[in-house]
């Protein structure tokens, strides 16, 4: 189990130094048959686990994701973070430590966020559209959607309004 983008290797474990090892987990003694390596420590098997699903990342995969000090499997840091770390309207990366907002599994940053249209941020509880890669607001959703035609605004399949969480 290694962390991608980590360039630490575990140092190597002789079997008479197995009973020495810490547990980075749970701080017991390792003195099981395996063991895992992430995080620059190791981990009996049975504590490394996702911080939101709780699996246990030795049985699922043999890599986990690190970020913002969570251990996450891959479907959890897709889930959090999206496919390329990099915000989906600038393009630039997302530091680990800044917060995110997402729709239908793009990431933003905050100050992205903004209607198309009137480039006003879009906060927590705003409604909005999101219609062929575009973010708009209650307010300045293209008037086909009003209407109920579709024109040509659509090249997707049209899809439900969203509330920002």
């Not at 474990?13 to 995080?39: E, N, Q």
């Not at 009996?44 to 699922?60: T, V, Y």
């Not at 989906?88 to 209607?115: D, W």
């Not at 909005?128 to 399949?157: K, M, V």
């Amino acid at each position: 189990m290694v962390n991608p983008g980590s360039s630490s290797q575990p140092p190597p474990v002789t079997s008479g130094s197995l009973s020495w090892k810490r547990c980075a987990g749970c701080g017991g003694k390792i003195a099981d048959r395996f063991l895992l390596y992430a995080m620059d420590g190791y981990w009996h098997s049975r504590c490394l686990k996702c911080s939101c699903c709780q699996a246990q990342l030795g049985e699922i995969g043999t890599s986990c994701y690190t970020k913002s000090g969570m251990i996450l499997c891959r479907n959890d840091y897709i889930r959090l973070f999206g496919n390329s770390g990099a915000c989906s309207a600038c393009g630039q990366s997302i530091p680990a430590s800044e917060l995110v907002m997402r729709a239908q599994g793009n990431v933003y940053h905050l100050k992205c966020f903004t209607c198309s249209t009137c480039r006003n941020r879009l906060v927590p509880g705003d409604r909005f559209h999101y219609i062929n890669g575009s973010l708009f607001c209650e307010h300045d959703r293209p008037t086909a959607l009003i209407n109920g035609h579709l024109n040509s605004l659509q090249s997707n399949p049209l899809l439900p309004d969203q509330k920002v969480c």
